[in-house]
């Protein structure tokens, strides 16, 4: 049974930084484009950073260009979302999703294109 968990969420202060994972099980990762998305109280869910299967290419939100970093170990199972100069307005619960069909390109990170869904690891930042 294909499946997504994420983890690594948590409480911190504006300026700080914190390592998302997302590790698959039940199929092969190494395969499929991975995104992540977060979704704030009240407002739809938006893309965040995504990543291809075959060259690794990344795109990423205008809101966390330079800011965010996102990577993928195969042999692990597991897509990274580095997250540095966190700001409050990066509160959200945020997800990770894969697309089982052909890569994108710059439209990963539209939501519609992603087929199975992670359930969430919230991150908050405040002081």
């Known amino acids: 049974q294909l499946q997504l968990v994420e983890s690594g969420g948590g409480l911190v202060q504006p300026g700080g930084s914190l390592r998302l994972s997302c590790v698959a099980s039940?199929?092969?990762?190494?395969?499929?484009?991975i995104g992540w998305f977060r979704q704030a109280p009240g407002k739809e869910r938006e893309g965040v950073s995504c990543i291809s299967s075959s060259d690794d290419s990344t795109y990423y939100a205008g809101s966390v260009k330079g800011r965010f970093t996102i990577s993928r170990d195969n042999t692990k199972k597991t897509v990274y979302l580095q997250m540095d100069s966190l700001k409050p307005e990066d509160t959200a619960v945020y997800y990770c999703?894969?697309?089982?069909?052909?890569?994108?390109?710059?439209?990963?990170?539209?939501?519609?294109?992603?087929?199975?869904w992670g359930q969430g690891t919230q991150v908050t930042v405040s002081s």
């Open positions: 999703a894969v697309d089982v069909g052909p890569w994108s390109g710059s439209y990963c990170l539209r939501v519609y294109e992603y087929d199975y």
């Open positions: 039940g199929f092969t990762l190494d395969y499929y484009a």
